[in-house]
């Protein structure tokens, strides 16, 4: 068994979407990034990489290369998907830790789960999400970001 660790943090700004685990949430303020800045898949495609060994989600996807500029990140995790098959990896499980101080997630992570899962062509039940938020504290607690922890476990 192998595992993995993946962090991700990108600010909010007014204006943006606010995407979550392929899950496009109803908010005021979204994420700013190169592709759709999606924190979520970003930090599970690090869990998974570093399970593998195979880096990080930059040497994969970096930022300075337009091709993915604006990019669905469950295109990303498609491509992660692929090569996790490739080296012969099943995902065991997955534990997702979302900081943010608003909005709510918890309606929304069955559809996330559901997005994850398929591409990861794995039970919905190996899939943990949980939020919570940073208490007022710092950049996350003043709603100026959001960043999330990943664990994820091969065979």
């Known amino acids: 068994m192998k595992i993995g660790f993946g962090y991700d943090i990108h600010p909010l700004k007014i204006g943006e979407r606010l995407i979550l685990g392929g899950v496009k949430i ?3 303020a979204g994420l700013v990034g190169h592709s759709d800045a999606d924190v979520v898949i ?3 495609i690090d869990s998974l990489l570093g399970a593998a060994g195979k880096g990080d989600i930059g040497v994969f996807f970096p930022d300075d290369q337009e091709e993915w500029k604006g990019i ?3 295109i990303l995790l498609e ?3 692929k090569l996790i098959e490739k ?3 099943t995902v065991n499980n997955i534990d997702i830790t979302i900081i943010l101080e608003y909005p709510k997630l918890l309606p929304y992570y069955p559809e996330m789960k559901k997005n994850i899962a398929g591409i990861l062509k794995m039970n919905e039940k190996e899939i943990n999400i949980k ?3 940073n ?3 710092g950049f996350i607690g003043k709603g100026e970001g959001i960043a999330v922890f990943c664990v994820a476990s091969l065979a």
């Open 135 to 137: 208490e007022g504290i």
């Open 42 to 44: 970003h930090a599970v």
């Open 26 to 28: 109803n908010s005021k």
């Open 87 to 89: 080296e012969k990896y």
């Open 79 to 81: 491509k992660i998907s």
């Open 72 to 74: 669905s990140s469950l």
């Open 131 to 133: 939020a919570t938020t």
